[in-house]
């Protein structure tokens, strides 16, 4: 039996990037540029690459990037749209909870919830991680954002999905959040690729801070910092707070 992620990007590509939430592309790399120095050397691994949004972007500007992701439809979109504007990006099929590679790159890179924190239980979210910790050689960055679990606590999913929903977005309902595992279960209703409405049970982890320290120390990251993530505009200067629907993590391989 597939999971609601696997058949949520099934057949989405197009969709996915006409997303509300998929359109800062450009000021998120210029944030990721900034983390690096500039430094063309730098390896780079996008793990959940979607669509290839900024594994494409970071291509385009002179970085070597391997983009990774489950789906086989955000691959080929992904595909198309490098071959369409030129840019060379190593493209692989593979499940983030199984990846073999090991001290190969200097950046790894999950933006917008690629596949962190989505699986189904924590130990296959915490498997993502330490796969990342592997990719990276010693001194590596990791950068991802991810649920901010200090949002549920204080605001209303209900009324913030509402207020942010856009025409093309996805429609998300009936949400309800465990206080006992921050999961929020929600009913997500979306129109694919081939302009079929499908409607899926969701439920995405959200992690609070002190669980994204001690998780990234287990794997041996230093220099643990946590900000708030503004779509198209991260800033170490954003101090992460209750309104922020998602966190930014920035931390350094030992």
């Known amino acids: ?67 990774v992701d489950l789906s086989l439809s955000q691959l080929n979109r992904a595909k198309e749209k490098a071959a369409a504007l030129g840019v060379d990006v190593d493209f692989r099929q593979g499940d983030a909870r199984r990846l073999s590679f090991c001290q190969e790159f200097d950046l790894a890179i999950m933006i917008c919830e690629g596949a962190f924190p989505l699986m189904e239980t924590d130990e296959m979210n915490y498997e993502i991680l330490s796969n990342a910790a592997k990719a990276l050689v010693p001194g590596g960055k990791f950068i991802l954002t991810t649920l901010n679990g200090l949002f549920p606590l204080f605001n209303s999913m209900q009324q913030f999905f509402s207020a942010e929903a856009k025409t093309t977005d996805a429609q998300y309902a009936d949400h309800s959040f465990d ?76």
């Open 179 to 254: 206080l006992m595992t921050f999961r929020d279960h929600n009913v997500t209703t979306f129109e694919d690729d081939s302009g079929l409405k499908r409607e899926l049970v969701c439920n995405e982890r959200y992690y609070v801070p002190s669980e994204m320290t001690w998780l990234l120390k287990s794997l041996g990251f230093k220099d643990i910092a946590i900000f708030g993530a503004k779509l198209g505009a991260f800033s170490r200067n954003d101090k992460l707070t209750t309104k922020d629907f998602e966190m930014l993590v920035i931390a350094t391989k030992g």
């Open 1 to 67: 039996m597939k999971q609601w992620y696997e058949e949520l990007f099934a057949n989405y590509g197009q969709k996915y990037d006409q997303e509300s939430f998929a359109q800062g592309t450009q000021g998120e790399c210029d944030f990721l540029e900034q983390e690096i120095m500039y430094n063309k050397a730098t390896r780079i691994l996008d793990i959940g690459c979607g669509t290839g949004r900024h594994s494409i972007e970071l291509a385009r500007r002179g970085y070597s990037v391997v983009g």
